[in-house]
Every structure is written in structure tokens, then in C-alpha cells.
């Protein structure tokens, strides 16, 4: 990805304001007429008030009586009037395009960082098992913010600055050519000097956007795992750490900047030069009578004058360089393949009935080079039944049930709802048919009404307060300060292990759809607690599918069907029972939890 490309894709969110852009750069280059006339009046003062030449003929003619601009006083203070004016003028425009400016640069952001976190919601979980979130933040926080500068230091100072730069050329060349084409010669040596920093600047930035990118990761880890670094005492060993990734950072900034500051500097010393050469050769002039004293004053006016679109000229390329290393951040994302892609055919789920079937499937979470976790996996499970699956840890039981709601695509095979493959189903109405509680339950920093109805936000409160009450979750949340609308710190970290796990159960249980998946639901909860939940289960799964995954393998003797899953591959089928009589693998189980 070029800077190029960035700056395409970027303008294509700035188009959408061409209207407004189009507004403000009229305003702008209404702006540049005042600037550059800002010199003039002087020359009037020095050259027509204070030396007593005649007014040249295009003013003189304008007036009848000539008895007023022969007045040397009305002509001082006409000047100073039209100063004034120019002054009151510049400052309102600039207020009203700084304004404009702003308001639309605000709005293109926001554009940018709505179309991220749309993009981030439709991105797999292998993508973010794959990037950081601290460096995510950074990304969709800070680097959207290059659409505003494209706007705010690029294009409107650079195109005001052009033409202020091809006003003062045009009227200085009126002066005196020959010192007009001096002054401008610094362009072209500007340009070599930025030939030869753009590679530098651009490197150098990247690599400081990229360690900040680090930076924020390790901070936003370190902050979200607090507890586990004081439990362990590693405050020290973190604190190492983190001073790494500042240093690396910092390290990086100051040679980002060390190159910018030094173009910059070497810009002004190049302006620097050639205004020393101007001054030397209009004073000559000034000296040998060919140019006025006014005309010596409007040229070294420009001079310093023109130090400043000059600067922002340079500035604004600076700007762009940066520009396309931190927009790559963001199109690096914006772009980035959805590896689960919605078919363009897919198609809704109109009258769901629950079936599901596994045909061959194969699976791992690298590339098909390595070691697949799910080997050539078979099983059908009809609407309405309870299946469960069991297995020793890391079998690949959450992988089976990460497939089905389409977290991950298998490498090989298919998986079937209702005898639709699952990949012709649109992602959204697929995952509208499953309702799935994690093995590491997840609650939001919201409420707990919001925390259990956030898959059903039409639910009535009675139906939150049944769903909560069969996850046995009702007493408990009627002790807390505010009930049910207690709201839940970040992680979840005022609630125990098992309150936790008894929302995300009621969540799944007031969420209509037909499949419900639980991937060892009550292990942080006691004994007599998870009874109860599983004969509130059998009410809230009337009719539906039900996926189990539970150690306690007690929880699971009343399944239609029990999976045994044995590295990645289905060992066992059957009924409680008659995986006992076959007295294998699951039978092994078994005993052995009943034994002990
Ligand atoms: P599972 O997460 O499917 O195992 O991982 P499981 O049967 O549910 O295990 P428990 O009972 O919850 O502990 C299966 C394999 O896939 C790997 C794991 O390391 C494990 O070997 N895996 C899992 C990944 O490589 N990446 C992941 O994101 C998740
Ligand atoms: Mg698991």
C-alpha cells in the first residue's frame, strides 16, 4: 500500500464534502486577496503621503475632485482606513473559515471512525487473535485523525498558499522581475531539500506510529490484567516492561521528529538565505534610484510575508508524509480481508427449526500447513434435541461450537443449519438463530437488565426477571444497591466467578432462538446451584437444540446424544447408557468422576 493509495481512499471520504470543501477555499482565496493586499497601504504611506508622489493614474482617476487626495492627511488616513478594513476583514474570515474548517474536518472523522468500527464488528476472531487491542485503540482513536489534517494542514493551506504565493509573485514581478524571480527561487531548492527528507520522514514516522501502536497494546493489557500482576507480585517485572515500550516509543519520536524539525529548520534557513540576498540586492536597487522606497518596503514586506505560505507549503508536504504512514494504519485495517466473508447470495433463515449436522470437518486455527485441532468431524443433531459433548481438555470441543456460529470457517467440510450450509446464510441471521453462553462469560460495563436483554432488547422486563430467575440469578441480583439496574463494573469485576456465569446464562435463556449452546455453563457454580439451573434449562430449551459441553458429566446423563471428542476427532456416539455398556472412553469418564 502506497501513500498514494492512502491518499485516494482518503480523499474519497473527503468528496462526500466537496460542497463545503468548495465554500471554504472560496472563502480561503477571498482571504488570500486580503493578505496580499495587506502591504499596500503602506506603500501609499510612504511613497504618496510621506515622498509626495502622485497617486498613480488608475487610483487618481477615480476621484473628481482631486482636491481630497491632494490633501496629504485624507490620503494618510484613507490608508490607514483601508489597513483597518483589511485587518477587521482578515480577522472575520479567518474566524468564519476556521470554523467551516473545522466543523467539516469533525464530521470527516467521524466518518472514518464509524466505517472502522463497523469494519472491526464484521472482522473473525482470528483477526483479533492476531492484533492487539491497545494498538486497535490507538489506531481508531488517533490515526483516523489523518482525515482531518488532510484537510486542516494539506489541502486548504496548501492551495490558499499557492495562490498567496502566485499573488505576490504577480505583483512583486510588477516591481522589479528580475528580484521576484530571486525571492522565488527558493521554491525549486525547497524541493530538492524535500526529495531529499521524504523517504527519511516517512520511515521515521511509521516506525513512531507503529511503537506507539505497541505502547498502547501493552498498557491497555497491563491495566486489563492488574489483578493478576500485584497477585503475583511482577509490579517490577511489568514496570520493565513498560519502560521498553516507552523507550522504544520515545526513542522513535524523537528521531521522527529530529528529521522534521530539521527539514523544517532547514526550510527557514533556505528562506533565510534568500531573503538575505533580497535585502542586499533591493537595497542596491533602492540606493541606485531604479526602485522607490515604497516599492523597497512592499518587496521586503512580501519577503517576510512569504516566509509564511512558504512554511506552510512545507509543513503541508511534511504533513502529507506523515499522513500516508498513519492513513496506512487505518486502510491496513479498513482493507484487511474478512476471512469470514458474508456470500453476496446468502440468504436469511426464515423458519428456523434447529438441525444441525457437522459433514467432515476440519479444522485448525494457523494455515492448512499446520496440525489441524478438529480432524474429519461427523454428527447430525436433530431440532429439539439435547446434545452433549464431552472430552478431556484442549479435545476441541469450544472449537466445534466456535464453527457453528461461524466464528471460524472450516479448512474442509461443511457445516449444515436446518440443511442450509451455514456459509450461504447470512452471518446475522445465522448467529440470530444460536444463542451461546461462553466458557469465559463476558458482561458488559452496563447494567444488568442491559447485560441480560442485550441479546433480546425488546424483551419486557417480566420475561428479564423469569430468564434471570431459571438462571438462578434472580436472588442475587434483588440483594445488590439498585437490583436490576446495578450498574456492572468494567470485566465484570464486581461480581463473582458464578454470579457472572448465571447472567450470561439468563441471556442465552431469554434470547429466542432455536439453538442454544453452552460451553460449560455452571463450572464456577456449586452443586446444588447448577441443578436447579439445568431443570430451569429443560423449561427455557422446550423445543430447542441444545449443545452441552460440561466436565460434570452428571449434568449431561439426560442427553439425547453424547459426543465423545479425543484430540480433535468424534470417538463415541451415543446415550448415556449405551456408552456405558460399550464401556470405552466416555464409560471411562464416568467412573472415574463417580469413583472419586
Ligand atoms: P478447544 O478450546 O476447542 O478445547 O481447543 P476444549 O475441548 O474446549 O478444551 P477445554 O475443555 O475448554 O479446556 C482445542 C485446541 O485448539 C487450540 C488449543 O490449544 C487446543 O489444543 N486452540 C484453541 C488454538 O490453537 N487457538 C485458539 O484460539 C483456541
Ligand atoms: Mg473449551
Known amino acids: 500500500m502506497n501513500q498514494l493509495y492512502v491518499f485516494k481512499r482518503l480523499l474519497q471520504y473527503v468528496s462526500k464534502y466537496k460542497s463545503k470543501l468548495l465554500l471554504i477555499a472560496v472563502l480561503g482565496l477571498i482571504g488570500v486577496v486580503f493578505?496580499?493586499?495587506?502591504?499596500?497601504?503602506?506603500?501609499?504611506?510612504?511613497?504618496?503621503?510621506?515622498?509626495?508622489?502622485?497617486?498613480?493614474?488608475?487610483?487618481?482617476?477615480?476621484?473628481?475632485?482631486?482636491?481630497?487626495?491632494?490633501?496629504?492627511?485624507?490620503?494618510?488616513?484613507?490608508?490607514?482606513?483601508?489597513?483597518?478594513?483589511?485587518?477587521?476583514?482578515?480577522?472575520?474570515?479567518?474566524?468564519?473559515?476556521?470554523?467551516?474548517?473545522?466543523?467539516?474536518?469533525?464530521?470527516?472523522?467521524?466518518?472514518?471512525?464509524?466505517?472502522?468500527?463497523?469494519?472491526?464488528?464484521?472482522?473473525?476472531?482470528?483477526?483479533?487473535?492476531?492484533?492487539?487491542?491497545?494498538?486497535?485503540?490507538?489506531?481508531?482513536?488517533?490515526?483516523?485523525?489523518?482525515?482531518?489534517?488532510?484537510?486542516?494542514?494539506?489541502?486548504?493551506?496548501?492551495?490558499?498558499?499557492?495562490v498567496c504565493l502566485g499573488g505576490m509573485f504577480y505583483i512583486m514581478s510588477r516591481i522589479d522581475l528580475l528580484l521576484a524571480v530571486v525571492a522565488f527561487s527558493v521554491v525549486p531548492v525547497l524541493a530538492i531539500v524535500l526529495g531529499f527528507f521524504a523517504k527519511p520522514m516517512n520511515d521515521t514516522t511509521t516506525v513512531q506510529y507503529k511503537t506507539q501502536g505497541s505502547f498502547s497494546a501493552f498498557l491497555q493489557q497491563s491495566l486489563s490484567s492488574m489483578k493478576i500482576i500485584q497477585a503475583f507480585g511482577r509490579e517490577s517485572f511489568m514496570h520493565q516492561k513498560l519502560k521498553k515500550h516507552a523507550e522504544e516509543f520515545g526513542n522513535a519520536f524523537i528521531v521522527a521528529n529530529r528529521v522534521s524539525m530539521t527539514y523544517n529548520q532547514m526550510s527557514v534557513l533556505i528562506t533565510g538565505i534568500a531573503s538575505a540576498t533580497l535585502v542586499t540586492l533591493g537595497a542596491l536597487r533602492g540606493?541606485?534610484?531604479?526602485?522607490?522606497?515604497?516599492?523597497?518596503?512592499?518587496?521586503?514586506?512580501?519577503?517576510?510575508?512569504?516566509?509564511?505560505?512558504?512554511?506552510?507549503?512545507?509543513?503541508?508536504?511534511?504533513?502529507?508524509?506523515?499522513?500516508?504512514?498513519?492513513?496506512?494504519?487505518?486502510?491496513?485495517?479498513?482493507?484487511?480481508?474478512?476471512?469470514?466473508?458474508?456470500?453476496?447470495?446468502?440468504?436469511?433463515?426464515?423458519?428456523p427449526k434447529g438441525e444441525i449436522e457437522f459433514r467432515n470437518v476440519t479444522f485448525g486455527y494457523g494455515n492448512a500447513l499446520q496440525l489441524p485441532v478438529l480432524k474429519n468431524i461427523s454428527f447430525k443433531v436433530l431440532p429439539g434435541q439435547v446434545v452433549a459433548l464431552v472430552g478431556a481438555t484442549g479435545a476441541g470441543k469450544t472449537s466445534?461450537?466456535?464453527?457453528?456460529?461461524?466464528?471460524?470457517?472450516?479448512?474442509?467440510?461443511?457445516?449444515?443449519?436446518?440443511?442450509?450450509?451455514?456459509?450461504?446464510?447470512?452471518?446475522?441471521?445465522?448467529?440470530?438463530?444460536?444463542?451461546?453462553?461462553?466458557?469465559?462469560?463476558?458482561?458488559?460495563?452496563?447494567?444488568?437488565?442491559?447485560?441480560?436483554?442485550?441479546?433480546?432488547?425488546?424483551?419486557?422486563?417480566?420475561?428479564?426477571?423469569?430468564?434471570?430467575?431459571?438462571?438462578?440469578?434472580?436472588?442475587?441480583?434483588?440483594?445488590?444497591?439498585?437490583?436490576?439496574?446495578?450498574?456492572?463494573?468494567e470485566q465484570g469485576s464486581s461480581l463473582s466467578g458464578g454470579e457472572k456465569q448465571r447472567i450470561a446464562i439468563a441471556r442465552a435463556f431469554l434470547k429466542k432462538a432455536p439453538v442454544l449452546i453452552l460451553d460449560e455453563p455452571t463450572s464456577a457454580v456449586d452443586s446444588l446451584t447448577e441443578s436447579k439451573i439445568f431443570?430451569?434449562?429443560?423449561?427455557?430449551?422446550?423445543?430447542?437444540?441444545?449443545?452441552?459441553?460440561?466436565?460434570?458429566?452428571?449434568?449431561?446423563?439426560?442427553?439425547?446424544?453424547?459426543?465423545?471428542?479425543?484430540?480433535?476427532?468424534?470417538?463415541?456416539?451415543?446415550?448415556?447408557?449405551?456408552?456405558?455398556?460399550?464401556?470405552k472412553v466416555y464409560a471411562g469418564l464416568y467412573k472415574y468422576q463417580h469413583i472419586t
Open 287 to 351: 540606493l541606485n534610484g531604479t526602485l522607490s522606497v515604497g516599492d523597497l518596503f512592499i518587496f521586503l514586506g512580501y519577503l517576510t510575508a512569504l516566509f509564511g505560505p512558504v512554511n506552510s507549503l512545507t509543513t503541508a508536504i511534511g504533513a502529507a508524509i506523515a499522513i500516508g504512514a498513519r492513513g496506512k494504519r487505518v486502510f491496513d485495517i479498513l482493507d484487511s480481508e474478512e476471512v469470514v466473508k458474508e456470500n453476496p447470495h446468502a440468504i436469511d433463515i426464515k423458519y
Open 400 to 489: 466445534i461450537i466456535s464453527l457453528l456460529s461461524r466464528f471460524y470457517d472450516p479448512w474442509k467440510g461443511s457445516i449444515l443449519f436446518d440443511g442450509v450450509d451455514i456459509a450461504d446464510i447470512k452471518l446475522h441471521s445465522l448467529r440470530e438463530n444460536v444463542s451461546l453462553v461462553l466458557q469465559e462469560p463476558f458482561i458488559f460495563p452496563m447494567t444488568i437488565v442491559e447485560n441480560i436483554a442485550f441479546g433480546n432488547p425488546e424483551a419486557s422486563f417480566e420475561d428479564i426477571v423469569e430468564a434471570a430467575k431459571g438462571a438462578q440469578a434472580h436472588d442475587f441480583i434483588s440483594k445488590l444497591p439498585n437490583g436490576y439496574e446495578t450498574l456492572i463494573s
Open 35 to 162: 493578505e496580499v493586499a495587506k502591504p499596500l497601504p503602506i506603500k501609499f504611506v510612504i511613497d504618496n503621503v510621506l515622498s509626495g508622489h502622485p497617486l498613480p493614474h488608475f487610483l487618481s482617476n477615480l476621484f473628481s475632485d482631486t482636491s481630497f487626495i491632494e490633501n496629504k492627511k485624507n490620503l494618510l488616513y484613507a490608508s490607514v482606513g483601508i489597513m483597518l478594513f483589511i485587518a477587521l476583514f482578515s480577522f472575520v474570515f479567518s474566524l468564519v473559515i476556521f470554523n467551516l474548517t473545522v466543523g467539516m474536518a469533525q464530521r470527516l472523522v467521524f466518518d472514518l471512525m464509524i466505517d472502522f468500527f463497523a469494519k472491526l464488528q464484521r472482522l473473525s476472531l482470528s483477526f483479533y487473535s492476531k492484533n492487539k487491542v491497545g494498538d486497535l485503540l490507538q489506531r481508531m482513536s488517533g490515526d483516523v485523525f489523518v482525515v482531518y489534517f488532510l484537510v486542516a494542514q494539506i489541502i486548504l493551506p496548501a492551495l490558499t498558499s499557492l
Open 535 to 583: 431443570e430451569a434449562l429443560s423449561h427455557f430449551s422446550k423445543g430447542k437444540t441444545v449443545f452441552l459441553i460440561s466436565h460434570r458429566l452428571s449434568t449431561i446423563k439426560h442427553a439425547d446424544q453424547i459426543i465423545t471428542i479425543k484430540e480433535g476427532q468424534v470417538v463415541e456416539r451415543g446415550t448415556h447408557q449405551s456408552l456405558l455398556d460399550e464401556n
